[in-house]
């Protein structure tokens, strides 16, 4: 269940929150190195199903291998927001027993120098999660005006000071093109002014790009919409968010559904107009002691279960 490169993060506390049917149909919307989806193919009986997402085509020769190894398994090489589209066209919509969401970027992505994750080790300025296609961190970061720059680092990266590192980046590549990680990571790091305790300066910016550069948030509005509408009545979305942007987002989805139509103050309403959709299962999970001691990712992991009731 483990990949040699990768420890998947609340493994069994996931797979127990998903497959509350052997016999279901399971969606994996990040494949990564196929932990979660191992785990999920070993709770299903002969007559379970799994499918699963990814962008990486390293990830996707994981799942191929996968595929051949179990024929209840497919892997689709694409966004998760492809979810309801790939769905309908399995035949599938509205009977889909659970979505599991392992979000951000993977262990893997982030060891390997050339993808450009990382702003510990020089490589390529890459961050593209699909090396196959799209934008890549140098493009965007050579290409992007310096007002939409300084928002995507206040939006997705939280960076209090956006101003002045996005200031500070369009005039370095007024003389030379930022192509390498390390580059850019001492760019940011010069016009940083205040570093956090124990926490790289070009963190929040290097996040924000790959964000940018991914669509991450983007695509996973659309997903947590789009599963809903693909489970069935008693199906489950597990989410496993690790920084504070997606979990909002992960936690607001449930709360809307929850809270189900919104109306005016003071209108009469009975329970029936309301149209509450989901109910969330139990608190959020954070990893244990253990799983702290031998993955230090897990720190940050944050887990939301929500079942559909209508």
Same mark, same amino acid.
């Given at each position: 269940?483990?990949?040699?490169?990768?420890?998947?993060?609340?493994?069994?506390?996931?797979?127990?929150?998903?497959?509350?049917?052997?016999?279901?149909?399971?969606?994996?919307?990040?494949?990564?190195?196929?932990?979660?989806?191992?785990?999920?193919?070993?709770?299903?009986?002969?007559?379970?199903?799994?499918?699963?997402?990814?962008?990486?085509?390293?990830?996707?020769?994981?799942?191929?291998?996968?595929?051949?190894?179990?024929?209840?398994?497919?892997?689709?090489?694409?966004?998760?927001?492809?979810?309801?589209?790939?769905?309908?066209?399995?035949?599938?919509?509205?009977?889909?027993?659970?979505?599991?969401?392992?979000?951000?970027?993977?262990?893997?992505?982030?060891?390997?120098? /050339? =993808? +450009?994750?990382? $702003?510990?080790?020089?490589? @390529?300025?890459?961050?593209? *999660?699909?090396?196959?296609?799209?934008?890549?961190?140098?493009?965007?970061?050579?290409?992007?005006?310096?007002?939409?720059?300084?928002?995507?680092?206040?939006?997705?990266?939280?960076?209090?000071?956006?101003?002045?590192?996005?200031?500070?980046?369009?005039?370095?590549?007024?003389?030379?093109?930022?192509?390498?990680?390390?580059?850019?990571?001492?760019?940011?790091?010069?016009?940083?002014?205040?570093?956090?305790?124990?926490?790289?300066?070009?963190?929040?910016?290097?996040?924000?790009?790959?964000?940018?550069?991914?669509?991450?948030?983007?695509?996973?509005?659309?997903?947590?919409?789009?599963?809903?509408?693909?489970?069935?009545?008693?199906?489950?979305?597990?989410?496993?968010?690790?920084?504070?942007?997606?979990?909002?987002?992960?936690?607001?989805?449930?709360?809307?559904? /929850? =809270? +189900?139509?919104? $109306?005016?103050?003071?209108? @009469?309403?009975?329970?029936? *107009?309301?149209?509450?959709?989901?109910?969330?299962?139990?608190?959020?999970?954070?990893?244990?002691?253990?799983?702290?001691?031998?993955?230090?990712?897990?720190?940050?992991?944050?887990?939301?279960?929500?079942?559909?009731?209508?």
């Amino acid at each position: 269940m483990k990949d040699k490169a990768h420890d998947s993060v609340l493994l069994d506390e996931a797979v127990e929150a998903l497959v509350i049917n052997p016999d279901g149909i399971y969606i994996d919307c990040t494949f990564g190195r196929g932990g979660h989806s191992r785990a999920v193919l070993s709770a299903l009986s002969e007559n379970g199903r799994l499918m699963a997402f990814d962008k990486d085509p390293q990830a996707i020769e994981k799942g191929q291998a996968l595929e051949r190894e179990d024929s209840r398994f497919e892997i689709i090489h694409g966004s998760f927001s492809l979810l309801e589209q790939e769905v309908k066209e399995h035949g599938l919509f509205g009977q889909i027993d659970g979505v599991l969401m392992d979000l951000g970027v993977s262990s893997p992505q982030l060891d390997q120098a /050339e =993808r +450009g994750f990382s $702003f510990m080790q020089d490589g @390529p300025l890459d961050m593209r *999660m699909d090396t196959s296609s799209g934008q890549t961190a140098e493009g965007w970061i050579a290409n992007t005006e310096e007002e939409d720059m300084v928002w995507a680092f206040k939006t997705y990266g939280e960076e209090r000071y956006a101003k002045r590192i996005a200031r500070a980046i369009i005039e370095k590549r007024q003389k030379a093109p930022i192509t390498r990680t390390l580059q850019l990571a001492e760019i940011i790091k010069e016009a940083h002014p205040r570093w956090e305790k124990h926490k790289h300066p070009a963190t929040r910016c290097f996040q924000a790009i790959r964000i940018a550069v991914n669509s991450e948030l983007d695509d996973l509005a659309k997903t947590l919409e789009q599963s809903l509408e693909c489970l069935k009545v008693g199906g489950r979305i597990v989410a496993i968010s690790f920084h504070s942007l997606e979990d909002r987002m992960v936690k607001r989805f449930i709360q809307k559904q /929850e =809270r +189900g139509q919104d $109306f005016p103050p003071g209108l @009469p309403v009975t329970e029936d *107009m309301i149209k509450r959709r989901m109910k969330k299962v139990g608190k959020f999970t954070r990893a244990g002691d253990e799983e702290l001691a031998r993955n230090n990712r897990a720190r940050s992991a944050v887990m939301r279960i929500a079942e559909k009731i209508a």
